[in-house]
């Protein structure tokens, strides 16, 4: 396969906000986290419900580790869009026409004022989710094509690159 493929990547804080998620937390994380969810929740509902049928309310303390663990998500959750959403407002590259070439040697990015290639080698590994392609250039650092933004026959020429090159993947079938 020796045709180029010309995408042009269109970025949405939404969009964005999910492929961050997908990067940052792994499922262990999740694991870790709910199990502390619960804990939290289990550690505040047992609070009030002593406190409610205790005669004596003045030996019991507040369980803040709880209040804490519970709106950690908010806050993360607060701080991500944040940070998203200033990155996709303030840099100057993303408002430029963009255009994402795709051919079995590399992926390039190409844009008025900048030009990168991404070698095939380079790149740690594809992931294909519900509605976007993740390209890991390491562990904790992607970049994301939305579905959304192929047009006609692209999704299955993108696929048989994809496949063509030696490179780990975890594509949809």
């Given at each position: 396969m020796d045709k180029e493929i010309t995408l042009e990547p269109s970025f949405t804080v939404k969009s964005s906000m999910k492929g961050t998620y997908y990067i940052l937390f792994k499922p262990v994380h999740i694991i870790i986290f709910s199990f502390l969810l619960a804990t939290a929740i289990f550690g505040l509902s047992d609070y009030f419900f002593n406190i409610l049928g205790s005669a004596n309310k003045k030996n019991h303390d507040f369980p803040f580790f709880g209040l804490i663990i519970i709106l950690l998500p908010l806050f993360i959750y607060l701080l991500t869009y944040k940070a998203v959403k200033k990155e996709i407002n303030h840099n100057p590259r993303i408002k430029e026409n963009i255009k994402y070439i795709f051919n079995t040697e590399y992926f390039q990015e190409k844009g008025e004022t900048f030009e990168v290639k991404h070698f095939w080698k380079n790149?740690?590994?594809?992931?294909?989710?519900?509605?976007?392609?993740?390209?890991?250039?390491?562990?904790?650092?992607a970049i994301l094509l939305q579905k959304t933004d192929l047009k006609d026959n692209q999704y299955n020429?993108?696929?048989?690159?994809?496949?063509?090159?030696?490179?780990?993947?975890?594509l949809k079938s």
């Open positions: 790149i740690i590994k594809i992931v294909e989710k519900k509605d976007m392609f993740l390209f890991y250039l390491n562990k904790n650092r020429e993108l696929k048989q690159l994809f496949n063509s090159i030696e490179i780990k993947k975890s």
